[in-house]
């Protein structure tokens, strides 16, 4: 209603109409519907519009023959992405649907892009795995095995990620004496790659570990892109230590995981692949230390019956020199065999030349047959001598050693044997009783006794 001056006035009547909305409380409701209806979504177009300002985000549409929707990636996500997208690509986005309210504009924040079909970065690491599978660096020929007891344990991960909190709680776990060194590195990002091939170089210049655990925890593909690097694989290829790889989860698969010296599923998992289990240790040591126990006491059980048995092989000295004594004997009267059978012989050889000599008669000859039989006489005389006196000196050698040993010795030194009157040695007193004769055989001859009184040893405290 409007008054002659054509201003509206208030009518007293209410207003029934319903509550129209700000196009700012529009915008924002249908935002975070969108929003909550679609969390995260994977769309494939061909890539239209694509502008790159200063601010470094990237903004474009994606299009197929009907439609298009428009599409932002912040430069934080963009700058992960390797390949610079262009107009006309055929491409895979995932991201957030969503609405910019300033415009009223139907958008996608986009958090990855890639090619079209298998990706890019599907791609690079097929065509990086059959070039290196070409080259023969994952023969299982080519692979090193790790120690059995590692000395020393190296790790190449972030030292700040879950990764190396995981490892050393296995560690300290399993084997708390192992001491581990950790070789720094960045596990993600554009400098990863370089990053981890220094870490593992400085772990061989190091010299002190002799096996190498190199890894992350889980993330995307393009968090774990760094292990499947060319350099990061030549790396741990040519790396001289034993190296294991730990990356992601037991689903994740990286270049570095074919090329390492043996995969594990997690860094868990890779703890305890390289270090041994104490409690193992233990059971192992107690029963070596059983095993040896018993073998020393049957070694010693051994030993002694051997000792025992040469024991009684050892014979009594006396005996060796009785012996010595007798083959002496027969040695001295083998030599005064041979010693007169030398004599009959040089006599028959005497008569044999002297009758040679009387036949052949000449006497300048026979005073020179003279002469050398003369010689060799006294040389044979001579000999026979000398050697006569050896054996002479090595008998009386022979005596005196066994005058030492002979019973005649210990009488000399004050012992007597005693007999009785039948001739029988007497060893005990009671042997003999009072009244009866015995006689006693010292060093120097023999006396007769007659015993008065007989004690037994008992009685003598003997």
């Known amino acids: 209603m409007y008054n002659d001056g054509s201003e509206p006035v208030r ?18 409701q249908a935002r975070h519907l969108l929003e909550s209806s679609f969390m995260q979504v994977w769309v494939e177009g061909e890539l239209s519009g694509f502008s790159r300002p200063s601010s470094g985000h990237w903004y474009f549409s994606l299009k197929d023959r009907k439609c298009q929707v428009r599409c932002a990636m912040f430069r934080g996500m963009n700058q992960r992405i390797r390949t610079l997208p262009k107009e006309g690509d055929q491409v895979r986005i995932r991201g957030k649907v969503t609405l910019y309210e300033n415009r009223g504009d139907f958008q996608i924040i986009v958090e990855h892009i890639e090619p079209a079909g298998l990706g890019a970065l599907q791609l690079a690491f097929e065509e990086l795995k059959r ?38 709680t296995v560690l300290a776990r ?113 029963e070596r230390e059983s095993r040896l126990s018993n073998a020393m006491a049957l070694t010693l059980k051994r030993l002694s019956t051997q000792l025992g048995h040469l024991g009684a092989r050892l014979r009594d000295p006396r005996r060796e020199l009785q ?34 000599l009387f036949m052949q008669s000449p006497r300048r000859q026979l005073s020179q047959s003279h002469e050398t039989l003369g010689r060799a006489s ?35 030194r004050g012992y007597a044997i005693v007999r009785d009157s039948q001739g029988r040695i007497i060893r005990e007193a009671p042997d003999v009783s009072p009244g009866d004769t015995i006689s006693a055989r010292v060093a120097r001859g023999e006396m007769t006794a007659k015993v008065t009184s007989v004690k037994s040893a ?3 405290g003997l």
């Not at 889980?218 to 294991?244: H, K, M, Q, Y």
């Not at 001295?332 to 007169?340: S, Y």
Request: charged share 25%; hydrophobic share 40%; aromatic share 2%.
């Open 131 to 168: 070039k290196l599978l070409a080259e023969g660096l994952f023969d299982q020929a080519r692979k090193k095995p790790l120690p059995p007891l590692p000395r020393h344990i190296g790790v190449v991960t972030s030292p700040t990620g879950a990764a190396i909190h995981d490892i050393l």
């Open 174 to 286: 399993r084997c708390p004496a192992i001491p581990v060194t950790l070789y720094p590195t960045a596990v993600q990002g554009k400098t990863a790659a370089a990053d981890i091939v220094r870490a593992i170089e400085s772990a061989q210049n190091h010299g002190i570990a002799d096996v190498l655990i190199i890894g992350r925890g889980g993330g995307s593909l393009e968090d774990l892109w760094c292990f499947n690097e060319e350099a990061v694989a030549r790396a741990i290829a040519e790396c001289r230590i034993p190296t294991v790889s730990a990356v992601g989860h037991e689903v994740d698969v990286t270049i570095a995981d074919f090329v390492a010296d043996l995969r594990a599923p997690t860094p868990s998992a890779a703890a305890e692949k390289v270090s041994p289990d104490q409690s193992d240790w233990l059971r192992q040591l107690r």
């Open 458 to 460: 008992d009685e003598t």
């Open 323 to 356: 012996e010595k004594a007798q083959r002496m004997d027969e040695l001295e009267l083998r030599l005064e065999k041979a010693i007169r059978q030398r004599l009959t012989n040089v006599a028959v050889r005497n008569d044999h030349l002297g009758q040679r």
């Open 11 to 28: 009518s007293s009547l209410q207003d029934t109409r319903p509550r129209a909305l700000s196009v700012s409380e529009l915008n924002h």
């Open 378 to 412: 006294e040389r044979l005389v001579s000999v026979m001598q000398q050697h006569l006196r050896q054996r002479r000196d090595s008998l009386e050698h022979l005596a005196q050693t066994l005058n030492v040993v002979s019973p005649l010795a210990t009488l000399g």
